[in-house]
């Protein structure tokens, strides 16, 4: 049953929609006061700011859509793969603090660690948004710039 058919029937009396199929459909804001969704199929449907006093919902079936799970996973799969990228490339760069050989790379290694540590610091106090901030904004003047961590 499509939102607008169902606000339809509200509007004139109907409170009963029992066994309905309402996936994925959107109730952001309306008045469904006193509602029977008993065994709906809810799954996916927005009810943000929705008013619901009295509405019953016993054995809905509710939850996210099986395509939104997929995604959810598959951008989870993605980030891990990311951390665990940026981890090994860090681990690298902080590894190398250790060759005696090359004062570079130490240089490098200690920059990397310093970097790594502002990040968990501004991370852990002001979000990790802002965290993701400070490594972009350090990204952007490195990036461009390889002489500061090469210099001729």
């Known amino acids: 049953m499509k939102a607008s058919e169902l606000i339809k029937r509200y509007n004139e009396g109907e409170r009963n929609f029992s066994g309905k199929c309402l996936r994925g459909q959107n ?7 006193g509602s029977i969704f008993r065994g709906c199929d809810i799954r996916g449907t927005n009810f943000t700011g929705a008013t619901l006093i009295e509405t019953n919902f016993s054995q809905a079936k509710a939850g996210l859509q099986k395509r ?4 959810l996973l598959l951008a989870a799969l993605l980030l ?4 665990s990228f940026s981890n090994a490339v860090i681990s690298y760069f902080v590894a190398s603090i250790l060759d005696n050989s ?3 790379n130490q ?9 790594l ?5 501004i991370s852990y106090s002001k979000g990790l948004g802002k965290g993701i ?19 001729l």
């Open 117 to 121: 540590l502002i990040f968990c610091k």
């Open 133 to 151: 901030g400070a490594i972009a904004f350090a990204t952007a003047i490195v990036i461009p710039n390889p002489l500061l961590l090469y210099p």
């Open 102 to 104: 090359n004062v570079q």
């Open 107 to 115: 240089v490098n290694g200690s920059l990397s660690l310093g970097v």
């Open 80 to 83: 891990s793969s990311l951390s």
């Open 68 to 71: 939104w799970m997929i995604g």
């Open 27 to 33: 109730f952001a804001g309306k008045d469904l006061s």
